[in-house]
């Protein structure tokens, strides 16, 4: 993912996060040219509230933007004395209801919200899979009575990045061709 | 083998490889100058003959002891194995993995540092292996 080689966003991530990664898919090596294989960020609290995600890889400075919002964000909460994680679920929920009505028009009320699983049907709905990726996350990150790493990153990687969640390794069609394993 | 020396009862029984002779120290304790004889049970038969210890054979003996003793003193205190790791005050560019940002080993100690320092969690959940190039 180019954004993070990008000094900006290092410094960013390094000041203000504690960066981690994980393998929860697999791609295929054919003939030398990588099949499959995508990237999702996520920004979440020590205890693995996620306040926010991006699908799929950005440019520096759309990640730069993003990080800050959610640094922002979350201290606009803690202002607000809104640190429990019942009262931070609500209080992002609403900031991404904010930004949904203002880049993309659309409104969510909170009598919508809806369990992961009810979210993962929806949005693999034909009329949400024509919306852009990020406006399907904000979505989810509204709509979502639950926010925890484990109830979001399947619907993340296959409803909206349309990549299965796999332990597999890297297959490498060549490889075996070549004999080499 | 040659049975050197036995008590009565058996109890003390010093063997030696045939044809070897056994060497003790007059100062420990011959009855005779030069050399000492060991006494051997009656069902033996007659008592072995020690031959002397040349002088320069204990300096020989001492110089050798000291020598180990000297390369066993320098060995403790050169060994890696007793000096302490230096603890790691922040992630290396190692950790970096081509990337500006320093990633921790996995998302539980991720979580467990930023506990600490009060800062949030940032995951990056990637299909193939993040730490190798080639397959990311």
Known sequence: ?181 | MTVVSSHDNDELTLYCPQGSTLSVPKAIGGQHRDERRVQSPRSLGPPLVVPPIPPRSYLRIALICVAVLVLAFWAQNNSPVFREAPIPTSCSTSNRLGTRVDFVSTPMEADRQARGSAKLTFFLHVAGDFDDSAFT
Not at chain 1, 91 to 105: D, N, T
């Open chain 1, 1 to 181: 993912m180019n954004a993070l080689s990008n000094d900006k966003v290092g410094d960013y991530l390094n000041a203000h996060f504690v960066s981690a990664f994980q393998k929860v898919g697999t791609f295929r090596i054919s003939n030398g040219q990588k099949q499959g294989g995508n990237v999702a960020s996520y920004f979440c609290t020590p205890d693995g509230q996620v306040l926010h995600l991006l699908a799929g890889p950005v440019t520096a400075e759309v990640f730069l933007r993003e990080a800050r919002w959610v640094v922002e964000t979350q201290k606009l909460a803690a202002l607000e004395g809104r640190q429990g994680r019942a009262d931070l679920q609500a209080f992002i929920r609403h900031a991404h209801r904010e930004r949904l009505r203002h880049e993309y028009g659309r409104t969510e009320q909170d009598a919508q919200l809806a369990s992961p699983g009810d979210l993962a049907a929806l949005l693999a709905g034909l009329s949400y899979q024509r919306l852009p990726r990020q406006e399907r996350v904000h979505i989810l990150l509204a709509r979502s009575l639950r926010t925890e790493m484990g109830d979001l990153y399947r619907i993340v990687f296959e409803g909206i990045l349309a990549e299965s969640v796999s332990t597999l390794p890297v297959a490498e069609e060549g490889a075996h061709r070549a004999g080499r394993h």
